[in-house]
């Protein structure tokens, strides 16, 4: 957040320190809303046809209208991206139902609201990247429809506060004994050179690079195998991985204070972090051509 910072709020764009939105919002009363998160490299962002097809399917789930058709979201994430001075950027989207007097139940005619910041996207630590980050492992404790972004995150920010007070990055969370994910990212566990990945049903939010690692890998000719995941196959696992817009991909490196595998990032890691890295690459240089032609 910076002081320069515009953001898009209902139609209007304005500096962030003059957004208002009544109290009355749905938002704010019941976090009757979604959101996305997207990566912006170069000015570019990336992977954005899949955070709205997320966002529309997301909105349909609610039974919230899509306030505007695709040309109109991407045109507003570019004229965010437009506004700022940085090259890496990243887009947070929030619709909520609207402004209503306080009933549980759907209102009739009320238009949603629509908020919209971009901010400069914070380099990732060359540490993590080369270190890797700890973890605890959690009960996940939230609700059962954790495959929509909704913005009613209190299980996921309780979550993430026990791995802070921890001295942890991130948390792993487990529901029934079996690999949920993380309280704001997607968790890979590899085992003899393939990556296992817990199944896209309502008990994960599927992460935009939820696709994309699935991509890497059979660009890079690792195994990957969706299904359950027990919580022993996490504690013996070779290499512990997570990913999210702005985490990219990290590796996993401690586990309730002992090392994962070897305890330092693995092969498949660097495989497939080098493969993001050339993905990134590739969006921002096929924007260029685009433009040049
Ligand atoms: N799971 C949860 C609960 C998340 O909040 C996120 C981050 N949005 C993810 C997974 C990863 O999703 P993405 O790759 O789209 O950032």
């Keep these: 957040m910076t002081d320069e910072q515009i953001v898009y709020l209902n139609g209007e764009f304005m ?3 003059e957004a208002r939105v009544p109290v009355l919002d749905r938002g704010f009363i019941f976090g009757d809303g979604v959101y996305e998160v997207a990566p912006v490299y170069g000015r570019v962002p990336f992977r954005w046809t899949q955070h709205h097809a997320r966002l529309v399917r997301n909105l349909g789930k609610l039974r919230i209208d899509d306030p505007m058709d695709a040309a109109g979201w991407r045109g507003l994430v570019d004229a965010l ?5 940085w090259d890496d950027q990243f887009v947070y989207v929030q619709v909520t139902r609207g402004v209503a007097k306080r009933d549980h ?3 009739k005619g009320v238009r949603p ?3 919209a910041m971009s901010s400069p996207l914070p380099p990732i630590p060359a540490e993590q990247i080369e270190l890797g980050v700890a973890t605890i492992t959690l009960p996940d404790e939230r609700w059962l429809h954790c495959d ?5 995150l209190l299980g996921n920010v ?3 506060q026990a791995a802070v007070d921890a001295g942890a990055a991130e948390c792993v969370m487990f529901r029934d004994g079996w690999l949920t994910e993380g ?4 968790v890979w566990v590899v085992r003899d050179g393939r990556v296992l990945a817990p199944p896209r049903d309502n008990l994960i939010l599927e992460g935009i690079r939820y696709g994309l690692l699935e991509a890497l890998c059979a660009a890079e000719g690792v195994p990957f195998e969706v299904r359950p995941i027990a919580r022993d196959e996490v504690t013996s696992a070779d290499e512990l991985m997570l990913s999210s817009a702005t985490k990219e991909v990290l590796p996993i490196t401690r586990l309730d204070g002992r090392p994962v595998g070897a305890g330092v990032p693995g092969p498949v890691y660097r495989r497939l972090h080098a493969a993001y890295q050339r993905a990134k690459a590739a969006s921002t240089a096929e924007a260029a051509g685009r433009a040049a032609r």
Excluded: D, E, Q, Y
């Design 15 to 17: 500096p962030l320190a």
């Design 183 to 186: 309280s704001s990212s997607n």
């Design 81 to 85: 991206v437009a506004r700022h001075p």
């Design 148 to 152: 929509i972004k909704s913005i009613s």
């Design 105 to 107: 139940a759907f209102p």
């Design 113 to 115: 609201t629509v908020f």
């Design 158 to 160: 309780l979550a993430r």
